[in-house]
């Protein structure tokens, strides 16, 4: 498949993606969310990747949000859509993904771009990082998900401050809030990621899968997440990735997965 607005490569078990639209500070239009939706689960389904980072091209922005100049003159209707479309085909792809996907957030994330951020399991910020939701300063609201998974990262109070006020914060205390596991500076930024990455890469694939899995369910309120974490650990029990690590831990040598 063709992606002409992300550059993506692969190494050692990695994905990169870049999201490839520097001179619009790498803003979200509705052929970048089709791309990388697709994308995405392409990459989920390829048996050797174990872990994928995304990031944005140049060192000014991760993504400065949705693009506004393809909805500033929606309707109702449309923008109801674009909210249901987006998160469908691209953000919640993103969190329910088995393969898990870093965001490092080399500059602005703004609006769709915090938004994309945030469905990402693990984030790194570059020093240089401004994080915010500034949908209220252009009379909308996130659409994205935001404001449902703002607050379960930094919290209710928090959250209503940041996307009312719709000020950014700086990286740090994006991080003292829990918005972001880790600050680096802006040349660490993807060693850090793949650093992460290559931790993630030497475990059961297969496990990973369905711990995100049942770590997700416990924030779906259609589901219980202590029933699937027992579902799902069971699961495990029927893999070929489970006897591996077993067996290797006994005869105490490191074990091969291979996944699913
Ligand atoms: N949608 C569409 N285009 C965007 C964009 C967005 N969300 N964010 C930036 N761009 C474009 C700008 O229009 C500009 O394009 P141009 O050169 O063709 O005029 C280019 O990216 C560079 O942005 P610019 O505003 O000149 O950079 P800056 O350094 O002065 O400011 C920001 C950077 C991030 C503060 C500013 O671009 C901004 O506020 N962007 C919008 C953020 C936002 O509200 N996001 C939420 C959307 S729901």
Request: glycine letters at 10%; hydrophobic letters at 45%.
């Amino acid at each position: 498949m063709n992606y002409p607005l992300l550059l993506v490569t692969s190494e050692n078990h990695i994905a990169t993606i870049i999201i490839n639209r520097p001179d619009k500070l790498n803003a979200l239009n509705m052929d970048v969310i089709a791309q990388l939706g697709a994308c995405m689960q392409q990459l989920e389904s390829d048996a050797d990747i174990r872990a994928i980072i995304l990031t944005g091209s140049g060192e000014k922005a991760f993504v400065a949000g949705a693009d506004i100049s393809e909805f500033a003159h929606f309707n109702v209707e449309q923008g109801r859509t674009l909210a249901a479309k987006g998160q469908k085909t691209l953000f919640d792809v993103v969190e329910n993904l088995r393969t898990p996907v870093i965001a490092a957030v080399n500059g602005f994330a703004l609006g769709g771009g915090l938004e994309l951020a945030m469905s990402c399991h693990i984030r790194v910020a570059s020093d240089n990082a401004r994080m915010g939701l500034p949908e209220v300063s252009l009379g909308v609201i996130p659409g994205y998900g935001g404001t449902q998974r703002l607050p379960l990262l930094i919290g209710r109070g928090r959250a209503n401050e940041l996307i009312t006020t719709a000020q950014m914060l700086k990286a740090q205390p994006a991080c003292d809030a829990g918005l972001v596991n880790y600050v680096v500076p802006q040349e660490d930024l993807l060693n850090k990621c793949k650093e992460i990455a290559l931790k993630i890469a030497a475990n059961s694939p297969t496990a990973v899968g369905y711990a995100l899995q049942a770590v997700n369910a416990g924030f779906d309120s259609s589901q219980n997440g202590f029933n699937e974490e027992v579902e799902l650990f069971g699961k495990a029990f029927g893999t070929a990735d489970f006897k591996e690590g077993t067996t290797a831990f006994l005869e105490k040598r490191k074990p091969n997965f291979k996944g699913e």
